[in-house]
T-cell receptor, first 120, second 114 residues
Framework: AQKITQTQPGMFVQEKEAVTLDCTYDTSDQSYGLFWYKQPSSGEMIFLIYQGSYDEQNATEGRYSLNFQKARKSANLVISASQLGDSAMYFCAMREGLRAGGTSYGKLTFGQGTILTVHP | DAGVIQSPRHEVTEMGQEVTLRCKPISGHDYLFWYRQTMMRGLELLIYFNNNVPIDDSGMPEDRFSAKMPNASFSTLKIQPSEPRDSAVYFC????????????FGPGTRLLVL
């Protein structure tokens, strides 16, 4: 089963509008972390935002905010006031918690990504 | 402050040749990760180190792949012999700690095996 699901292969948004990129996750751990990374056409992976499972407030970083709904296991990325430079692939990732006897601790599992295109 | 440094940025080689990818993590980071990105499989963790010791190599595809971290500031990922299906972008990432810290990625090495 997919641990991270990004259901939108591609999204389009008008410049200066807000856009939401969807991410749902699957874990039985109580402690985990959720990340969003941006990958522009140049290929590098740029960290955008982090949400811990115990954080009560939604994470925000400038124009990025994470809409964390724990009961629904969703961690959607909201980009406000889109800019042309926001056009890129966006990945949602999860770091699961510590399991007794396991080595999954700390591993990032990535979704398949969403290509965002910002139109002028 | 320098980020994660990878070399080479691009590598083109012929099937059967040995390929060595290099990574310098961010100074002070205790964890180092090697990832591979392909169109078919997306981003996959290959192996990660803590304090230069390999912790989890379950993602290493086969014996042709090996990774070392001889000191805190250097790691290599070696493929010997290389095959066309190894063509991918290989990322190195580092983090200061596992529990709460973000992993910061290098620019990647784009490998093409002919």
């Amino acid at each position: 089963a997919q641990k991270i699901t990004q259901t939108q292969p591609g999204m389009f948004v008008q410049e200066k509008e807000a856009v939401t990129l969807d991410c749902t996750y699957d874990t039985s751990d109580q402690s985990y972390g959720l990340f969003w990374y941006k990958q522009p056409s140049s290929g590098e992976m740029i960290f955008l935002i982090y949400q811990g499972s115990y954080d009560e407030q939604n994470a925000t970083e400038g124009r990025y905010s994470l809409n964390f709904q724990k009961a629904r296991k969703s961690a959607n990325l909201v980009i406000s006031a889109s800019q042309l430079g926001d056009s890129a692939m966006y990945f949602c990732a999860m770091r699961e918690g510590l399991r007794a006897g396991g080595t999954s601790y700390g591993k990032l599992t990535f979704g398949q990504g969403t290509i965002l295109t910002v139109h002028p | 402050d320098a980020g994660v440094i990878q070399s080479p940025r691009h590598e083109v080689t012929e099937m059967g040749q040995e390929v060595t990818l290099r990574c310098k993590p961010i100074s002070g980071h205790d964890y180092l990760f090697w990832y591979r990105q392909t169109m078919m499989r997306g981003l996959e963790l290959l192996i990660y180190f803590n304090n230069n010791v390999p912790i989890d190599d379950s993602g290493m595809p086969e014996d042709r792949f090996s990774a070392k971290m001889p000191n805190a500031s250097f790691s290599t990922l070696k493929i010997q012999p290389s095959e066309p299906r190894d063509s991918a972008v290989y990322f190195c990432a580092s983090s200061a700690a596992l529990a709460v810290e973000t992993q910061y990625f290098g620019p990647g090495t784009r490998l093409l095996v002919l």
